[in-house]
T-cell receptor, first 114, second 116 residues
């Protein structure tokens, strides 16, 4: 148990569907992250929220839309995805206080886009 | 060029053998941090170690040890007397400043399988 919970664990969606991934952290951290993990590629940082403000958006297509209503919850809204978006989506949190932050990850949502 | 290179894609060893996972990094920063994370089959990445660039002392934690060599830009990870529970994907990562922002870059990971 890392203190970061992601739902659902698995998601299959068609290219025209709209779905959302949910992440909740119980660690009192002030920053939350979305990462994409594709086979044989490094983890790709998608979004960073610090104190509920988006501080980083790494050229992610607009079909991915993050939302951070409070410091404990993070969502990733998905619409009109492409098959190449199939991947493991990992949420993480940290206490941002300099350069040595340790990330705590959830178990991820395995997304398949048909 | 990759900033964090984990050249070993997959490694298999028999239980109780020692195994070393390699990590080579590239940075222009004089101050940076290096990390290792473990990703078991359950999916979540688990933090193992964080090392800053000014601390070149090797570290040992139980069966785990890390060898930081600034001269060769390497931060290798050794598991002694491996166990089946060590089977996982291991990621090396580099934290540096880029254009005023901190950037954490992961390697592609090494999948370690411990054969009973």
């Amino acid at each position: 148990e890392t203190g970061v919970t992601q739902t659902p664990r698995h998601l299959v969606m068609g290219m025209t569907n709209k779905k959302s991934l949910k992440c909740e952290q119980h660690l009192g951290h002030n920053a939350m992250y979305w990462y994409k993990q594709s086979a044989k590629k490094p983890l790709e940082l998608m979004f960073v929220y610090s104190l509920e403000e988006r501080v980083e958006n790494n050229s992610v297509p607009s079909r991915f839309s993050p939302e951070c209503p409070n410091s404990s919850h993070l969502f990733l809204h998905l619409h009109t995805l492409q098959p190449e978006d199939s991947a493991l989506y990992l949420c993480a949190s940290s206490q941002r206080q300099g350069r040595n932050e340790k990330l705590f990850f959830g178990s991820g949502t395995q997304l398949s886009v048909l | 060029a990759q900033k964090v290179t984990q050249a070993q894609t997959e490694i298999s060893v028999v239980e109780k053998e020692d195994v070393t996972l390699d990590c080579v990094y590239e940075t222009r920063d004089t101050t940076y941090y290096l990390f290792w994370y473990k990703q078991p089959p359950s999916g979540e990445l688990v933090f193992l170690i964080r090392r800053n660039s000014f601390d070149e002392q090797n570290e040992i934690s139980g069966r785990y040890s890390w060898n930081f060599q600034k001269s060769t830009s390497s931060f290798n990870f050794t598991i002694t007397a491996s166990q089946v529970v060590d089977s996982a994907v291991y990621f090396c990562a580099l934290s540096e400043f880029e254009e005023g922002n901190e950037k954490l870059t992961f390697g592609t990971g090494t999948r370690l399988t411990i054969i009973p």
